[in-house]
């Protein structure tokens, strides 16, 4: 891309259309046009083309000079305006903010090049955890290998049934009477009870801020998410008594203990509250309880509250590791066929190699003993978190492998993911997990367990507080530049 250094006084409104043009020109075609556009944009304000004060040329000029039309150019525009390089101002124009507003280039103004330190995805990088499970691999490789020469029920035989059983009794979850399911992971316990309670058109609830997984899996299913209000404690049992007013709502999906995105763990008070509301209006809820496994204690669940019209499920791979596809689903009796044909509608059948690990970590032992290392190290990094972040984090359990910083507005959230990706680090920001459009409820995840070493997620939680400090107007800088 052309540059060098300008002076805009000195050229007309037509050479300044001309060079942007020559500059979208040297874009990569296979992008999409909106966000070459914004990219030229960018860069200019970046090198000085443009300055702050600036206004850029008319939405109309430049849909003729780059030879689109003016939603198009409206489009890349707001996508500026949302990161906060430009500022749109009724009946004037369009002007640039810049570096005199603490502008940074946005991210996409470079290759997508993955984050030096990236806390924006679960990794297990406990050196003490993989060893135990590398010692183990070759009972249950062993195990499995003999067991992959058939088909299984597609809810799980027996033996895997069981397997499930002594990993809810570990969690101190009641398992009387109760339906198991052994599937691939959480994601496919969501999908398989959202398709086994609801139908095409069905709506499903969610907390405003909720676990990504549901978007993809409702879209699969034809259903249609709508957001219910949380506050610091969770879902606001008052507005999801409004919500289930709606005929179309047949379940809720909730993460009452430790949630993803908010780490925010239920009181019993507001679970009664929210098991209460469903019971009466004949909701079905769909309980997420991945992490249950981290607290030191038992905590409440929906389901104990609520068994006949209560979907629960867990699996292995946040606390675990990753790539141990192993879950398992609480349903109620009733669906028992609509369970099954989901379960065979997807998958088939759940991996023997995750199972085979599953069994060995339970039987062994060795379960108990790698949450024991993941627990303490969620701690510890608790503590180096609340060091550098303070009082930003209380409400947060300390075993919760996740962080949740609360921003402003969404702008704010989006454009400090691009700038904490342009210092090495990586995040997740609050669009990815908002249902419906709010500016309410903004922030930024972090995952304790992404950082390979205490160092690494030292320096990173020392960005992110340099960060803030910058955004509201102080002197912060980021450690990865000192």
């Not at 990504?212 to 879902?235: F, R």
């Not at 210092?423 to 997740?428: K, Q, Y």
Request: net charge neutral; proline share 4%; charged share 20%.
């Amino acid at each position: 891309m052309q540059t060098g250094s300008f002076n805009l006084s000195t050229q007309s409104a037509e050479e300044v259309l001309d060079h942007l043009q020559a500059c979208l020109r040297e874009t990569s075609a296979e992008q999409a046009i909106y966000l070459r556009i914004a990219s030229v944009l960018s860069t200019k304000i970046s090198e000085g083309y443009f300055e702050a004060g600036e206004w850029l040329p008319s939405h109309r000029s430049l849909a003729k000079s780059f030879d689109v039309n003016l939603t198009t150019v409206t489009k890349s525009l707001n996508y500026l305006k949302e990161r906060g390089v430009i500022s749109a101002r009724a009946g004037k124009g369009t002007v640039v903010r810049g570096r005199a507003l603490d502008h940074t280039p946005p991210s996409y103004d470079v290759a997508d090049v993955a984050p030096e330190i990236d806390l924006s995805v679960h990794t297990q990088t406990l050196n003490s955890v993989n060893k135990i499970l590398r010692d183990g691999s070759k009972e249950f490789v062993a195990s499995a290998t003999s067991e992959i020469n058939q088909y299984y029920p597609a809810i799980g035989d027996r033996q895997s049934i069981d397997t499930a059983t002594k990993w809810l009794l570990f969690s101190d979850f009641n398992i009387s009477d109760a339906n198991v399911a052994v599937t691939a992971g959480a994601q496919h316990a969501l999908l398989i009870a959202m398709a086994a309670c609801m139908q095409r058109g069905d709506i499903l609830l969610a907390p405003r801020l909720a676990y990504q997984g549901i978007k993809s899996a409702a879209k699969m299913l034809g259903l249609g998410v709508s957001p219910v209000e949380i506050d610091s404690g969770g879902i606001i049992p008052a507005d999801l008594e409004k919500a289930v007013q709606n005929p179309r709502v047949k379940a809720l999906f909730i993460m009452p203990n430790f949630d993803n995105p908010t780490a925010v763990t239920l009181s019993d008070a507001r679970k009664k509250s929210i098991a209460s509301i469903a019971k009466r209006h004949s909701i079905i809820l769909i309980e997420d309880d991945v992490y249950r496994f981290l607290a030191p204690e038992g905590l409440a669940s929906l389901h104990s509250m609520y068994p006949e019209g209560t979907f629960y499920f867990s699996s292995l791979s946040k606390t675990i590791s990753p790539g141990c596809r192993f879950g398992f689903l609480v349903y109620p009796p009733n669906f028992f066929n609509a369970v099954a044909t989901a379960s065979r509608g997807s998958i088939w059948m759940p991996d023997r190699y995750s199972l085979a690990l599953a069994r060995w970590l339970i039987e062994s032992n060795a379960g108990e003993e790698v949450i024991k290392l993941v627990r303490e190290k969620n701690v510890s990094r608790h503590d180096i978190a609340f060091r550098i972040l303070g009082s930003e984090i209380n409400n947060i359990k300390p075993e919760s492998n996740i962080i949740w910083l609360p921003l402003d507005s969404n702008a704010q959230s989006s454009l400090m993911k691009d700038r904490l990706a342009a210092r090495g680090v990586g995040v997740s920001n609050s669009d990815v997990f908002k249902i419906g459009k709010s500016a309410y409820q903004n922030g930024i995840r972090l995952y304790k367990s992404a950082a390979r070493n205490d160092e690494e997620w030292e320096i990173a939680l020392r960005t992110i507080a340099g960060q803030l400090r910058s955004d509201a107007g102080g002197a912060g800088q980021s450690c990865l530049e000192n």
